[in-house]
Structures are given as structure tokens and as C-alpha cells.
């Protein structure tokens, strides 16, 4: 009868348990959804950031490219008394701290 008793004790302390780890699963499973969604909306932000970088990029190339274009085809003289200046990456590293302004 003792060990009946115990046994009876035992079932149901692996009973609780049982129910605490289906819980702490289903928390779980509802914290991974969570977080798988998260990741797939900061994946699909990422891939438009790429590909904003990219067509800045492009632009950008575009841009240099007309400038380089139009100081071959028509250098624009500017009269002595006006001072335009733009800004220009070094060529040795294109780092954006590293701008330098030239005077045209």
C-alpha cells in the first residue's frame, strides 16, 4: 500500500511536469514564430536596402560618368571673380571622412 501510495505521489509530480514542459514548449513554438517572422521582415529590409545601395550606386556611377563626359566634350570656363568649389573623394581612399574640396 506504501508503494502504491508513493507510485501514486510520483505519477502525478511527472504529471505536473509534463504540463509545465508542454507549456514552456507551446511558449516556445509561439516565441520562435515570433521570431522567425521578425527575421523574414528584417531579411526583406535588407534585400531592399541592398538593392537602394545598388541603384544609388548607380546613379552615382551615372553621375560621374556625365561629369567626366562633359569636362571632355565642353570644359565650362567660370570668369576669375566667381569660386565654385565641389567636393571630391580622395582617390586614394574613398572614405567619406576623407573628402577634400578642389576650386575650379
Given at each position: 500500500?506504501?508503494?502504491?501510495?508513493?507510485?501514486?505521489?510520483?505519477?502525478?509530480?511527472?504529471?505536473?511536469?509534463?504540463?509545465?514542459?508542454?507549456?514552456?514548449?507551446?511558449?516556445?513554438?509561439?516565441?520562435?514564430?515570433?521570431?522567425?517572422?521578425?527575421?523574414?521582415?528584417?531579411?526583406?529590409?535588407?534585400?531592399?536596402e541592398v538593392e537602394e545601395k545598388k541603384k544609388?550606386?548607380?546613379?552615382?556611377?551615372?553621375?560621374?560618368?556625365?561629369?567626366?563626359?562633359?569636362?571632355?566634350?565642353?570644359?565650362?570656363?567660370?570668369?576669375?571673380?566667381?569660386?565654385?568649389?565641389?567636393?571630391?573623394?580622395?582617390?586614394?581612399?574613398?572614405?567619406?571622412?576623407?573628402?577634400?574640396?578642389?576650386?575650379?
Open positions: 500500500v506504501e508503494k502504491n501510495l508513493k507510485l501514486e505521489e510520483k505519477i502525478t509530480m511527472l504529471q505536473q511536469q509534463n504540463e509545465e514542459l508542454r507549456a514552456r514548449i507551446e511558449q516556445n513554438t509561439v516565441i520562435t514564430r515570433q521570431l522567425s517572422e521578425e527575421n523574414a521582415n528584417l531579411q526583406e529590409y535588407v534585400e531592399k544609388l550606386s548607380r546613379t552615382n556611377e551615372e553621375l560621374l560618368w556625365k561629369l567626366q563626359e562633359g569636362e571632355a566634350v565642353s570644359p565650362v570656363k567660370l570668369p576669375p571673380a566667381s569660386s565654385t568649389s565641389f567636393y571630391h573623394c580622395s582617390s586614394e581612399n574613398s572614405s567619406p571622412a576623407k573628402v577634400r574640396t578642389l576650386r575650379r
